[in-house]
């Protein structure tokens, strides 16, 4: 899927985990919400921190495979 090509020692596939780890957190906060362990503010306010992570991390994926592009010469 992604190279092993890392900025400041981070690949794609680690921020790709980091995704997937955001969404497995959402759905359980989507579960604490509907068993009333947390409030919808609660909820909400980690709902949106929670995209704007996920957010970021795609940015930082598309930058580094796009530095791989730009740096990819075939042999």
Do not use: H
């Amino acid at each position: 899927m992604f190279s092993k090509s890392t900025k400041n020692g981070i690949t794609p596939q680690d921020l790709d985990k980091a995704i997937m780890n955001l969404s497995a957190q959402e759905a359980l906060l989507s579960q604490q919400l509907k068993d009333g362990s947390i409030s919808q503010t609660q909820w909400q306010e980690e709902m949106q921190r929670s995209s704007s992570l996920k957010s970021s991390y795609r940015n930082n994926i598309d930058t580094l495979l796009d530095e791989q592009q730009s740096s990819y010469s075939p042999k």
